[in-house]
């Protein structure tokens, strides 16, 4: 039983470790605009800026994909990068309910 919970620590603690800072420029195929995403060193934070809109961002990391979700008054911005592609799909939800989708480069800080 301790062998296992020792090798989930060890587990974890290679997932916290790897977790880095990351940072993206997106751009809209539909009308040029210019969405900045980051991550923050601790991986379950970020930041999203759009012309328009900017704040904090929840990120999940999933498999070959970024989720950077904003909420915003009423509005629910979810922001999903493929890392396999480099191209992201964008899906707002509340009176400003929308989709865009884009090509995305990683940059550094």
Not at 14 to 22: G, H, K, M, W
Not at 50 to 75: C, P, R, Y
Request: net charge negative.
């Amino acid at each position: 039983m301790k062998k296992w919970i020792y090798a989930a620590a060890a587990s974890l603690l290679a997932t916290i470790a790897v977790a880095e800072e990351r940072h993206f420029v997106c751009v809209s195929d539909r009308d040029g605009s210019e969405v900045r995403l980051n991550r923050d060193a601790n991986g379950d934070k970020g930041s999203i800026a759009t012309a328009k809109v900017s704040g904090s961002a929840t990120v999940f990391k999933g498999v070959g994909s970024m989720t950077f979700l904003h909420i915003e008054n009423q509005d629910v911005m979810t922001f999903v990068v493929h890392f396999d592609s480099m191209t992201y799909d964008l899906s707002v939800q509340g009176p400003h309910a929308g989709n865009d989708h884009g090509t995305c480069q990683e940059v550094a800080a």
